[in-house]
């Protein structure tokens, strides 16, 4: 590869903000939390989060694998009443 290639797409992921990171969830997609552990999934954008799956609060959505939130709710969750809490071990 040319390394006049290299540096556009440096320059590329540099203006538009893109990361070269893992996303948690993959487009039109947004992640949940499982109320009580530390456990996440995906849900489509067009859906509620299923049972026992809670939204993330506000300012505290991780985006990509290892971000400053992924690494938070690792030890962290939301109980029954929707407070954050410490989560359980992992098993």
């Not at 530390?38 to 809670?54: F, L």
């Not at 609060?57 to 939301?78: L, R, S």
Request: glycine share 14%; with cysteine.
């Amino acid at each position: 590869m040319p390394a006049w290639v290299a540096a556009a797409a440096a320059v590329f992921v540099a203006v538009t903000g893109c990361s070269t990171q893992d996303a948690i969830c993959g487009g039109g997609e947004y992640p949940v939390l499982n109320g009580g552990s530390a456990g996440r999934a995906c849900v489509d954008e067009q859906h509620e989060p299923p049972q026992g799956y809670v939204r993330y609060p506000q300012g505290k959505v991780p985006e990509h694998v290892g971000d400053k939130w992924d690494k938070y709710w690792e030890t962290h969750t939301i109980d029954r009443s929707g407070t954050i809490t410490g989560a359980p071990p992992r098993s």
